[in-house]
């Protein structure tokens, strides 16, 4: 159960992949479900599987609200929402917001 939550968290930390920590919270309502229906219910798993569910989805909600600090030449009130002072479009890979991004060239 844990190594579940662990990957979530790295991929949230890493990549901000909100994708791939719904799954695993898919999973584990998925377990929470097939445990309540047995005659033999084990409440730890539950317990556990609702902590890393509840963990999951408070660091989802973080990585949302979290706004991107920028550093470097553009920052301050030169640069505003991706325009630099020269007026072109910028973007770097980890203002993309939440998503996976481009995760195959990243583990190449």
């Not at 799954?23 to 730890?44: F, L, M, P, R, S």
């Not at 991706?82 to 195959?104: E, K, V, W």
Request: hydrophobic residues 45%; aromatic residues 8%.
């Amino acid at each position: 159960m844990a190594a579940g939550v662990i990957l979530g968290i790295l991929m949230l930390a890493r990549h901000r992949c909100i994708a791939y920590s719904l799954v695993v919270i898919w999973a584990y309502t998925g377990i929470i479900i097939k445990q309540n229906a047995q005659e033999i219910v084990h409440k730890d798993i539950i317990f556990t599987a609702w902590a890393g569910i509840i963990l999951l989805v408070l660091l989802i909600i973080t990585t949302l609200l979290k706004i991107p600090q920028r550093s470097g030449k553009y920052s301050g009130s030169s640069f505003r929402n991706g325009i630099a002072p020269s007026g072109h479009f910028t973007m770097s890979t980890t203002d993309r917001g939440p998503g996976c991004g481009n995760l195959r060239q990243e583990f190449r």
